[in-house]
């Protein structure tokens, strides 16, 4: 499925959480820029780096600025407590959505949508609602998910759209991809976590892990993940399809290869990302150390090593 995409002429993307920060980073450029302390070398509240993912998207086509918000992070007030910090007026967000409903994007939900326009849309994939799911441990036993959802909407009575289908979000500025096909032979549905319901147990293929992309004029494509569990690379195929669009600009979010087999999956996950070429990349959240190590080597020019308070410049 196709969307017909309004592209836009500039895209800035603030982190509001990710897993890393350094304050005294001291590596802005024409693209990224650090969180600013104040004279003092102090913020007026500190923010916080957790294992978990949030960002305000903010696109502007023809000097009018759109916001939305993509993932709520980790913890009950970890991103909000961050935007505070950051003098983020969220009232300004008119959309958000969800990649997919694992705790550490759904944990700042009610914090998050407590706070934006009341006519604002949340989309995510149905699968989000999925409970209980399970890592299984090689000695049988089980870690189970807190199940945030459900709980977190009632909190603010916001009824969302769920959706398998791409789905225009800000007058279609921005594309929700919905369930995203796993077309490459290294990134296949596998591993130790489960899901269960009324049929019984399943292995979770994470049907509901998705993304987002926005077309900036005269660059390309800024594809945006939570976690890709469906595979980064599988993600861009599938954001390039949905955009008609092939030319990637910018690729950011968590890729997840923390802990994945290097040769099986991180070699041909970076090698694939060097054959695309995006100009930008910015792997966060779940990437884990090795994976990124590996993209800074294959792309010294694009990688960009993303921290809480990093705000993104995409565009003109």
Known sequence: ????????????????????????AQDNDRVVQRVISHPDYSLRQSIRAEHGFSLLITVERAGARRRMLFDFGYSEDGARRNADALDVDLREVEAAALSHGHFDHTGGMAAMMSRVAPSAELVMHPAAFRNPRYVKK???????????????????????????????????????????????????????????????????????????????????????????????VNTIRHAQSVAGENTVYAV??????????????????VETL????????????????????????????????????TTLRLGA
């Open 1 to 24: 499925m196709t969307l017909d995409l309004t592209p836009v002429d500039r895209v800035e993307v603030l982190t509001l959480q990710d897993n890393y920060l350094d304050v005294v």
């Open 138 to 232: 090689p000695n049988g036993g089980h870690v189970t998910f807190p199940p945030f959802i459900n709980e977190q909407l009632e909190k603010v009575a916001v009824t969302p759209r769920t959706t398998r289908q791409p789905y225009p979000l800000l007058d279609g500025q921005v594309a929700f991809l919905g369930e995203v096909p796993r077309v490459t032979d290294f990134e296949q549905p596998g591993g130790n976590m489960f899901y269960a319901d009324e049929d019984g147990e399943h292995l979770d293929h994470f049907a509901d892990d998705t993304g987002l992309v926005i077309h900036v004029a005269g660059k390309g494509l800024v594809v945006i993940s939570g976690c890709a569990h469906s595979g980064i």
């Open 252 to 269: 950011m979010g968590g890729f997840h290869l923390t802990g994945m087999d290097r040769d099986k999956l991180i070699r041909p996950t």
């Open 274 to 309: 060097r054959e695309i070429g995006p100009e930008i990349v910015v792997p966060a959240h779940c990437t884990g150390r090795t994976a990124q190590q590996d993209i800074e080597a294959a792309l010294p020019d694009a990688f960009v090593l993303n921290m809480v308070g």
